[in-house]
């Protein structure tokens, strides 16, 4: 796979396809390109509490070395930002599928990002939900290209798609799509919905807090700290939304239902 396509971020290459019949065909396939990628002054400036507004940075630029391949990205912050380090440190190796692993503690991040307002309640239809994953589907198109890449996308409560992003690890999805949202000014995304394509972990929750974002769904499984988190951050999480069902783990309240809710 050393063959680049005209779509940037995939590989196209020979391989060899076993049919149904049992014979064998020399076809050209497209995979996802997976490159490293490292961000000067942390990794994830926003959901790690580095940064809160679109003007604590004032650049962000490509490395020029050679040796950085355009692999390492540079970001300055504003004069008066300051950070520690130390504080956002993760222990252990990050990588584009592990999340939060190696976090110091799970404590560290409620004192960055507290629970949402109870107060300010939102409400999405459950027709606009439903929708959701056929408008994420349309839109992966490196996906439907390639087979192997998670998106993120936010929708606002209209159910109108509001930026959609691709990359071979969810958690870069949910932060290219969040990322988008701050540079763009539109956080804190108190009126919308993140939807991701895979699982949802502790990590996609935190995320989705730290945008202000009160709804998240996953196409698949939530994991037991994502339900905790989600619970204690009063934000409403959604898995397994797959039209004409879904499973509600916190906060039901949000989705406006024509039903009676059944007391647990």
């Excluded at 990588?95 to 990002?113: E, H, N, V, Y």
């Excluded at 994953?133 to 409560?157: E, K, M, S, V, Y």
């Excluded at 929750?205 to 945008?211: C, G, M, Y």
Aim: contains cysteine.
């Amino acid at each position: 796979m050393n063959a680049k396509s005209e779509v940037p971020g995939i590989a196209a290459g020979t391989v060899v396809r076993h049919k149904a019949d049992g014979s064998c065909e020399c076809i050209t396939d497209e995979v996802t390109v997976e490159e490293p990628l490292e961000i000067r002054i942390g990794k994830d400036l926003l959901s790690e509490g580095i940064v809160r507004r679109r003007a604590d940075v004032q650049e962000i630029a490509h490395c020029t070395l050679p040796a950085s391949l355009g692999n390492v990205v540079n970001v300055t912050l504003s004069r008066g930002v300051q950070w520690n380090a130390a504080s956002a440190r993760r222990f252990g190796t990050i990588s584009t599928s592990c999340g939060l692993c190696g976090k110091a503690s799970i404590d560290f991040i409620r004192q960055q990002f507290p629970p949402l307002d109870k107060t300010a309640l939102v409400r999405l239809a459950i027709a606009r939900l439903l929708q959701m994953p056929d408008q994420l589907r349309r839109a992966q198109g490196n996906f439907a290209r390639t087979g192997g890449i998670h998106a993120a996308a936010i929708f606002d409560l209209h159910g109108a798609l509001v930026v959609l992003r691709e990359d071979i690890g969810r958690h870069n999805a949910v932060d290219k799509a969040i990322g988008r949202a701050f540079l763009d000014a539109r956080l804190p995304l108190q009126n919308h919905v993140l939807l991701v394509s895979g699982r949802c972990s502790l990590e996609i929750v935190q995320k989705a807090l730290a945008a202000g974002i009160p709804i998240v769904a996953s196409v698949s499984a939530p994991s037991t700290l994502a339900v905790n988190f989600a619970r204690e951050s009063r934000q409403t999480l959604v898995s397994f939304l797959r039209p004409p069902t879904f499973n509600v783990y916190a906060h039901i309240e949000r989705l406006a239902l024509d039903v009676e809710v059944p007391k647990s």
